[in-house]
T-cell receptor, first 112, second 111 residues
């Protein structure tokens, strides 16, 4: 079955770059997503990447995909205190009706 | 402008007292999902509607039911809430093979 794993916790200083990593096992993944969840809130879609892409950049966010190693990362440049949240990696497969398989989430703490 | 709306944002119920959570969307998406999220865990899919077709996850307890009267609305009914059902309940919507968009969630407390 499919499995998505993330490290539990990351702490950075304001202004530094943050890199959140994710590994997955299902080679038939079609899309890979990053969602952000602030305390007491729902999941906010940050960005996603199609499985035939290596990289996607959107303002401060850079997503890197290594399909061979089944490794996905999210880099946040110039991290701000407002970036403090839990970040969930998720994968979906087109042959599974777009069902999402989530990682356990990485809690990002940004110190002033 | 809110696209996926959940009401109420906070719900308190008593042990065993039925409760209904509401989700509505302005995106005209054909798929609607209900997730349960417990503290510090990933969301867990309970069920989803693909148009009018209901799809239950194998491990979703019978205590949880859902209704989708039209494209815009979907309800989660918990027939007899137990203490273990206290959680954040997240609604999401999507087109058939597209990204899922989440609502703000309803936090359920069971006394």
């Amino acid at each position: 079955g499919e499995d998505v794993e993330q490290s539990l916790f990351l702490s950075v200083r304001e202004g530094d770059s943050s890199v959140i990593n994710c590994t997955y096992t299902d080679s038939s993944s079609t899309y890979l997503y990053w969602y952000k969840q602030e305390p007491g809130a729902g999941l906010q879609l940050l960005t996603y990447i199609f499985s035939n892409m290596d990289m996607k950049q959107d303002q401060r966010l850079t997503v890197l995909l290594n399909k061979k190693d089944k490794h996905l990362s999210l880099r946040i440049a110039d991290t701000q205190t407002g970036d403090s949240a839990i970040y969930f990696c998720a994968e979906s497969r087109s042959n599974a009706g777009n069902m999402l398989t989530f990682g356990g989430g990485t809690r990002l703490m940004v110190k002033p | 402008d809110a696209m996926v709306i959940q009401n109420p944002r906070y719900q308190v119920t008593q042990f065993g007292k039925p409760v209904t959570l509401s989700c509505s969307q302005t995106l005209n998406h054909n798929v609607m999902y209900w997730y349960q999220q417990k503290s510090s865990q990933a969301p867990k899919l309970l069920f989803h509607y693909y148009d009018k077709d209901f799809n239950n996850e194998a491990d979703t307890p019978d205590n949880f039911q859902s209704r989708r009267p039209n494209t815009s609305f979907c309800f989660l009914d918990i027939r007899s809430p137990g203490l273990g059902d206290a959680a954040m309940y997240l609604c999401a919507t999507g087109r058939s093979t597209d990204t899922q968009y989440f609502g703000p969630g309803t936090r359920l407390t069971v006394l």
